[in-house]
């Protein structure tokens, strides 16, 4: 929550635990603020959470003693409760119905809000939460703790410490729960013993502990002893208010939190240009200009970032549409994650990997690999490394090795040239999809099409790469639209594409029933019309460059993320990896691919050694590489895209981002057994075939030389591999849940439902109805969504990724608006109930485009009334385009 102004310094009040004090030092606080001479604004003192008797509430405390200043301090308590208990006791035993986290926090907010509005002059605004930082809430469901159930607010944040036997303990550790949790924690509070008692001197050890952390205590006389004399206790305690007013350590903390107040504002405002003298972005022209998005903090789906320096609130919500580049699982800062990386950290650090093991690292491997998991019955090791591209990068190590061992073991069981060695050095290449992206490393580079606009001056790309059909909404109609050389018995007169109408998504993506149609006979033809294609004769070898030998298939399941969102015809992607597989269809050759008779260092070239003989064609199929990295652990809906392949699975396979709910990098890449054994057992080529039966290898172990060699200094670094662990046990409750559960029963409303069994429940958290009506409109060439992605796609003329016609048409999303109204101006009138993080007067969207493709992403647990609320922004934003 966007918390911050220029005319009310707020700071919440924690305890380290019960009875330490709190409500006498925010009394205190209200009294200093309220006496001010310069710049004396309003002082508020707001008190969330009340349990207990009327006359012992905390905020009648404040009051009676502040009616000196009656005009210029206002007291307020907004969930009171008349039994003395914990908050989640209390609201039972009233019998009411208990708030949900939401309105709590938006209650609070509501109230900080309308304090700044109407406060005159600078003012000042106390928090108080109720017992110590755990002491629960009233919030439904589950009663979270104080510490989390504020966590949205963002408020910094005064710690009364416990001058008590074993105080330095619980202060401590409320001080750490409190930074787990990202608080800022501006100065620790503490009174003093009283007097005639023991002095444990607790002061003085938390005093060296927090200066080392660079947070300041103050030491405050202990307030006298309650007396029975209601009007007696009054006058002593009013007298040591008084008494505290005229020392100097309450002035000097009040002072204190004024200038970190305006020193914080002071650092945001200057952020942006420190930021261009010092920093060169991704995937940014800086030549272009443009504002520079400061981020104060983030939680949930939204950044709190810096607004125009003219209003006097500092920070607004702003929705992150991205999923801050597809990482974010649960929405940012999830309390469970944190702790999980905090754990490992503290019990690890980071230690080598290579020949050693430690619990998080083997405990996700084997997760992958069970029945749970994304490898299950088809791989067989986890190789760890850093993040997606690294991961890919190792993928294709191993696919071409793999490669290299399938063709070996033919040519040696077919007699041809057992024990000679090769020369020359292949130049392997791949098959792909024109779009594909596997990441910025120089192989990944050159495992993408040479037109793409991920590459650099060292890019030679190796390979060939198809045009692939897309699914689309176009018109509110599914279909998938065909590549124009593949127009042979799908031709159209009346649309310069080619497409193919389905009923609904759910028929596009039954794989299984759509195999014995005339569109897969289509893709899997070896021969089109187009003599560019021409692949009968010479296999599709014959449109590269030789000396190239195609070796792997590498794609992206489903989704063509960084290339432009493309939602490839799973039929389409089926149809390659059968192809591939099966020989006979596939007859890959390789032209002017010759090797010598003489030994490996021969000085001769392959090409002038008259012994030189070309290779046959391949029958055997080629090793298969998902790259998963975005669209992996239910990003589509399902846990793995292959899913929605007819449950077709890849020899290799690679997973990141939402491996680990965002919060820090790690990938796995996965490998079936026959990829590890490439690497596991020496080249056939070497070991040559038994006397008795020439068809047999004998296989030996390898040498290091033939071992994967490949690896990062921070492999399965077990803080990642916590979080990830963590990660996997939060999903399923999640995307099983009600939220889900509640969009696949629209989609099937919607004509969705296909109930013959096994086939892959399709749904995405964005309304069909949305898409159906954004079809429709005139600037939209088409839309699509799958589980938490949204892609939709404008009428240009040559569109590509340089085009800037996306970003400019929803620019109006980064500008701050009020939420939009309850009442949809779809023609589905789909309802938009405004969220509690929602509640503030204006926020804003920060959203990525690709060209003439603006995309939009969730978290698997973005609230469906955040989503709808950002639908009708969208919507509203294209509809006056008409």
Request: aromatic share 8%.
């Amino acid at each position: 929550m966007s918390l911050l102004f220029k005319n009310l310094r707020v700071h919440q009040i924690f305890g380290a635990n019960t009875n330490v004090g709190k409500t006498i030092l925010t009394t205190a606080l209200v009294r200093a603020s309220a006496a001010r001479k310069e710049g004396g604004g309003d002082t508020y003192y707001h008190k969330p959470v009340s349990t207990g008797p009327l006359e012992d509430a905390d905020d009648l405390h404040v009051q009676s003693h502040t009616r000196r200043w009656p005009s210029r301090v206002h007291v307020e308590c907004s969930f009171r409760y008349n039994d003395p208990v914990s908050p989640h006791l209390a609201v039972q035993m009233a019998r009411k119905n208990p708030p949900t986290a939401e309105t709590f926090t938006s209650v609070v907010a509501s109230h900080i809000r309308q304090s700044a509005e109407r406060s005159r002059g600078y003012g000042h605004m106390y928090v108080e939460t109720a017992g110590g930082i755990h002491s629960p809430t009233p919030c439904w469901p589950n009663f979270p703790t104080q510490a989390d159930a504020y966590r949205p607010l963002f408020l910094p944040t005064i710690l009364v410490g416990d001058a008590k036997l074993g105080g330095i303990s619980t202060t401590i550790a409320a001080y750490e729960a409190l930074v787990l949790r990202g608080y800022i924690v501006d100065a620790l509070v503490m009174f003093g013993d009283p007097k005639g008692q023991t002095k444990y001197d607790n002061a003085s050890y938390l005093d060296t502990y927090f200066s080392e952390r660079g947070i300041s205590l103050t030491v405050l006389p202990h307030p006298p002893a309650k007396l029975e004399d209601t009007t007696r206790n009054q006058s002593i305690t009013e007298l040591y208010y008084d008494h505290l007013l005229s020392e100097p350590p309450l002035r000097t903390l009040l002072s204190h939190l004024d200038s970190l107040h305006h020193s914080r504002i002071t650092s945001l405002e200057s952020m942006a240009e420190r930021t261009k003298e010092n920093v060169w972005w991704p995937f940014v022209q800086h030549a272009s200009g443009g504002n520079v998005n400061v981020i104060d903090s983030a939680f949930g789906d939204f950044f709190n970032v810096l607004g125009p320096s003219s209003l006097n609130i500092v920070l607004h919500p702003q929705f992150d549409s991205s999923a801050s580049w597809w990482t974010q699982t649960f929405g940012h800062t999830n309390t469970r994650l944190t702790l999980a990386a905090a754990q490992a950290a503290g019990r690890y650090g980071h230690v080598m990997f290579p020949r050693a093991t430690h619990a998080p690292a083997l405990t996700l491997s084997e997760h992958l690999l069970s029945p749970n998991g994304p490898g299950h019955e088809w791989a067989s090791k986890v190789f760890f490394s850093d993040n997606g591209s690294t991961g890919m990068e190792v993928a294709l190590k191993m696919a071409l090795r793999t490669f290299v061992r399938r063709r070996e073991a033919y040519l040696i069981s077919d007699g041809v040239n057992k024990r000679r060695k090769r020369t020359y050095e292949r130049r392997l290449g791949v098959i792909g999809l024109k779009g594909s992206y596997h990441g910025d490393t120089i192989g990944n580079m050159d495992a993408c099409e040479e037109s793409g606009v991920y590459t650099c001056e060292w890019h030679d790309c190796k390979g060939y790469w198809f045009d692939p059909p897309r699914v689309v909404v176009r018109q509110g109609q599914t279909a998938v639209d065909l590549p124009l050389e593949m127009k042979k018995e799908f031709d159209s007169t009346t649309s310069p594409e080619p497409s193919v109408s389905f009923a609904s998504l759910a028929h596009v993506y039954d794989v299984s029933a759509r195999l014995e149609t005339p569109l897969y006979k289509q893709y899997t033809t070896t021969e089109t019309d187009d003599e560019e294609n021409q692949l009968s004769e010479n296999g599709i070898n014959g449109i590269i460059d030789p000396p190239t030998e195609l070796a792997t298939l590498v794609i992206e399941p489903i989704l063509l993320g960084a290339g432009g969102m493309i939602f490839v015809d799973p039929l389409f992607q089926k149809a390659l990896i059968d192809v591939v597989r099966n020989p006979p269809d596939f007859p890959v050759s390789i032209q002017s691919v010759q090797y010598p008779t003489s030994s490996l260092h021969s000085t001769e070239s392959p090409t002038s050694n008259p012994a030189c003989i070309t290779e046959p064609p391949l029958p055997h199929p080629l090793p298969i590489i998902f790259d998963e990295v975005f669209t992996g652990f239910h990003r589509l809906g399902p846990l793995t895209p292959q899913t929605l392949l007819g449950n077709s699975h890849p020899d290799i396979a690679v997973y990141a981002k939402m491996l680990t709910g965002g919060l820090l990098p790690l990938a796995v890449t996965l490998a079936s057994k026959e990829v590890f054994d490439a690497f596991y057992y020496a080249p056939q080529s070497e070991n040559g075939a038994s006397e008795s039966d020439q068809n047999q290898i004998d296989r030996r172990p390898g040498g290091k030389e033939h071992a994967l060699l490949h690896g990062h200094s921070y492999t399965a670094h077990a803080i990642g591999c916590s979080v990830a662990n963590e990660t996997i046990k939060m999903m399923p409750g999640i995307v099983k849940g009600v939220d889900h559960e509640a969009m696949r029963g629209v989609w099937d409303l919607n004509g969705q439902k296909h109930t013959r069994q096994g086939v892959a429940n399709v749904y995405s958290l964005w309304h069909p109805a949305f898409l159906h009506d954004v079809s429709k409109l005139d600037s939209v060439e088409d839309v699509m969504a799958l589980g938490t992605v949204l892609a939709i796609r404008l009428k240009e003329v040559d569109g590509s990724y340089t085009s800037t016609s996306a970003e400019s048409i929803f620019e109006p999303l980064s500008r701050l608006s009020p939420p939009a109204s309850t009442s949809s101006s779809t023609s589905s009138n789909i309802a938009n109930t405004t969220p509690g993080i929602l509640s503030a007067p204006e926020y804003s969207i920060h959203f990525r485009t690709l060209g003439n493709v603006a995309y939009f992403m969730t978290s698997l647990n973005t609230p469906l009334d955040v989503i709808r609320e950002v639908q009708t922004r969208i919507w509203n934003i294209l509809s006056n385009r008409m």
